[in-house]
């Protein structure tokens, strides 16, 4: 594992999230870490998306994608 985020622990406070959040049409998306605090390992990004949305069809050509339901279902 890169040794800087073993080194070095993120903390975002109520306003840096508040600061970090935008509407993507009807879901809201925070950046929880952008790739430039992680030494470029990966950005974390949390989505709370209305049920029934469906991303717009797009490509990665750079970097892979995962995602975490926390709660709810994807169908």
Known sequence: MNNVLLNKTLHVSSEQTLE???WFGP???TIIAYASET???F???KNVIRKGF???LHVHTR???S???LSG???
């Open 39 to 41: 030494n470029g390992a």
């Open 27 to 29: 879901n809201l998306v």
């Open 43 to 45: 950005s974390l990004v």
């Open 63 to 65: 970097e892979d994608e």
């Open 73 to 75: 279902e994807i169908i």
């Open 67 to 69: 995602n975490f339901v």
């Open 54 to 56: 469906t991303p717009p």
């Open 20 to 22: 970090r959040s935008r």
